[in-house]
């Protein structure tokens, strides 16, 4: 089994790595992010309440997010995936310690953390340009990643939208909270000898082949 997580700052490219990647090796890929603007979209309970927080750029609540997260990761064993890819979770120290006990209890364990870093003006204008479908999800990039259509998703014909958080307020809140809550899993992980620094800035096809390589090289070893 090949169990991933995607560590790093918002718009550093996790989402779209961890996508691909998920594609190409047959893992589940759960994004906390994608479940909760999917719960939002549906109008929910958890919905509701995590909806005050993406607004904010805050993050949800450990107890909401481990729960949503674990009935989703305990699936896997059953799912014929290879495994996961889990992309902007853990992103607290106590999600990460919750996590490592869940996975316990599933006797599965992490293959490897990847850490995506990137410039924060890089990021600004990955955030500022960035482009969602409305209906799958899919994601674009005005300019490094445009879609064939001006504004229309190539995969299902729908409608592209800027998401709510990608405003300049809320990138910037954002980034604070991910240097206070999120960047210190960076030493959790490397105590762990899990931890590897992908450099993500260069081309999507660029950034996938750093990390096809180090995955190759663990699965050498291994
Ligand atoms: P989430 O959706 O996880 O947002 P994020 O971590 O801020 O990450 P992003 O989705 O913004 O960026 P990404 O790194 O995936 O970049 P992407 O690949 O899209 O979370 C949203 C909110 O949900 C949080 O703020 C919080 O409220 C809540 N939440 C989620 N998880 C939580 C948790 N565990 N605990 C509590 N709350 C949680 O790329 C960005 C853009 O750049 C795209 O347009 C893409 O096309 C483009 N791009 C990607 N790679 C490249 C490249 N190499 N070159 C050029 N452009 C590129």
Redesign the pocket.
């Known amino acids: 089994m090949i169990n991933l997580i995607f560590l790093?700052?918002?718009?550093?490219?996790?989402?779209?790595?961890?996508s691909i990647i998920a594609r190409k090796h047959n893992l589940m890929h759960l994004?906390?992010?994608?479940i909760?603007?999917d719960e939002i979209q549906h109008g929910t309970k958890l919905g509701k309440e995590?909806e005050k927080?993406?607004k904010r750029?805050?993050?949800?609540?450990?107890h909401l997010?481990i729960e949503a997260?674990k009935s989703r990761l305990e699936i896997v064993p059953s799912s014929g995936r290879n495994g996961f890819v889990l992309?902007?979770?853990?992103?607290?120290d106590n999600?990460a310690r919750e996590l490592d006990n869940l996975l316990n209890q599933m006797h599965l364990t992490l293959t490897a953390v990847f850490f995506?870093d990137v410039s924060e003006d890089e990021i600004i204008q990955?955030?500022s340009?960035?482009?969602i479908c409305k209906s799958c999800g899919f994601?674009?990039?005005l300019v490094?990643?445009p879609p064939k259509v001006d504004e229309i998703c190539d995969l299902c014909g729908n409608k592209l939208i800027q998401?709510e958080?990608?405003k300049p307020d809320v990138i910037k809140r954002?980034l604070q909270?991910?240097h206070e809550q999120t960047k210190p899993l960076v030493v959790y992980y490397a105590e762990k000898g899990l931890l590897h620094f992908v450099n993500?800035?260069?081309?999507?096809e660029?950034?996938e082949q750093r990390i096809e390589k180090v995955l190759e090289f663990i699965q050498e070893g291994s």
């Not at 994004?31 to 994608?34: E, F, M, Y």
Request: glycine fraction near 16%; proline fraction near 7%.
């Open positions: 790093g700052p918002p718009g550093s490219g996790k989402g779209t790595q961890a994004a906390t992010g994608d909760f603007r995590a927080y993406l750029g805050e993050l949800v609540p450990d997010t997260l992309d902007g979770f853990p992103r607290t999600q995506i990955r955030l340009g960035r482009r994601v674009y990039h490094y990643n998401r958080d990608d954002r909270v991910y993500g800035s260069g081309s999507i660029e950034v």
